[in-house]
């Protein structure tokens, strides 16, 4: 019995010595211990989503370490406006690559226009906007017509493309991001679910219909537009309709893939899907310039730390995802999402607090270890 027993022991001790040999250095720190930002993180999120009339999404990765949070980051969200910055990499890929200028110039056609911010609508059709102007549109105050010309330039495929080889190369899974359509094919996906006639109708029809703030009034409009009665639509209401539309997956992600889609952007060159320093540096430089979301993230950031980020706001969605950096510190990829009121004013108060929960955890203020 004590021979068996030892030979049992001796066969034990050698296959963890096996193991062990196949294990990274530092496997019982990834299994048993937490950087000390990541609990307080977790504990204020808790605190914050119980109190908020809806849901939150939170990604935190420090780009240094590799080290991420992730509070119901790994479930689908409706990203909005966030699709834009694969679409940016893709543009910016294409300078890198010799196929275009940022001084290049595009007409302006009827066709383009599609409802929402910025200065592209205030133009005539037939004016000739440079690629540059375009791309400072999309990403500084996320203008849609801007957004789809840029779309037209690169085309879509090229655009889901880069983004799915962006997570890959940051080691996440691109199955996680949804189709990035147009946003005009939105407007025609989210009004198909009410009926199918949706896609005869064009960007003007779109923005007529959004000149109806009232949510009933507009499937009203919607349904006047194309000859139909109310009975005759699909569905009850605007908030069914984009609850269909979203299941359908089109401009969804988990925040983790997009955070690995971020990663990538920082530390990503041409040859893992990323851009050079030279482009990297532009883009990032233009995120800074971000006005749309001064009341978001960024609001609960210290004063001086740097957010080059993109905003998204849908139907009862808003986002909020870029690279905040202090000083010195490490680079840290934050992705925020939240679904609930339709009012704008609560989410964006809610992602304010999600910034000072993020500064107060101290992931911010981390410093770049040395190297000697």
């Not at 949070?69 to 834009?84: M, P």
């Not at 960024?298 to 849908?314: E, I, L, P, S």
């Amino acid at each position: 019995m004590i021979y068996r027993a030892l030979c049992c022991m001796t066969l034990l001790l050698a296959s963890v010595a096996v193991y062990a040999d196949e294990m990274h250095g530092d496997w019982y720190y990834q299994v048993d211990k937490r950087s000390a930002w990541q609990t307080p993180l977790e504990g204020r999120l808790a605190e914050l989503e119980r109190d908020f009339a809806g849901e939150l999404g939170v990604y935190v990765q420090d780009l240094h370490s590799g080290e991420a949070l992730s509070w119901q980051g790994e479930r689908q969200w409706y990203l909005a406006s966030l699709i834009k910055v694969p679409v940016a990499v893709e543009v910016f890929a294409r300078r890198d690559e010799g196929t275009l200028s940022l001084d290049e110039r595009m007409t302006l056609t009827r066709s383009d226009y599609v409802d929402g911010a910025g200065q592209t609508n205030w133009q005539e059709p037939g004016s000739r906007l440079t690629l540059g102007f375009l791309l400072d549109e999309m990403l500084t105050v996320s203008d849609n017509t801007a957004s789809d010309m840029l779309i037209r330039r690169v085309g879509l495929a090229a655009s889901n493309r880069r983004a799915r080889e962006m997570v890959a190369a940051a080691g996440g899974d691109p199955d996680q991001l949804g189709e990035i359509t147009s946003l005009l094919e939105v407007r025609r996906a989210l009004f198909g679910e009410l009926h199918p006639d949706a896609r005869e109708l064009g960007g003007m029809d779109y923005i007529a219909l959004r000149h109806n703030d009232d949510l009933g009034t507009r499937v009203a409009a919607f349904a006047e537009r194309l000859g139909l009665a109310p009975g005759e639509l699909a569905l009850d209401g605007y908030d069914a309709a984009f609850d269909a539309y979203e299941a359908g997956r089109l401009n969804t992600g988990t925040l983790a893939a997009f955070g690995d889609l971020l990663a990538t952007l920082v530390r990503g060159g041409p040859a893992q899907a990323g851009l050079s320093d030279a482009s990297r540096e532009a883009l990032l430089t233009i995120m800074q310039r971000t006005s749309s979301g001064e009341a978001r993230l960024k609001a609960g950031f210290g004063d001086d730390v740097r957010f080059a980020h993109k905003t998204g706001t849908q139907h009862r969605r808003t986002c909020d995802a870029g690279i905040a950096h202090r000083g010195e510190a490490r680079e840290v990829a934050v992705v925020a999402c939240t679904r609930g009121p339709i009012d704008v004013v609560p989410h964006e108060r809610l992602l304010a607090e999600v910034g000072a929960a993020i500064e107060a955890s101290g992931v911010l203020s981390l410093p770049v270890p040395s190297v000697d």
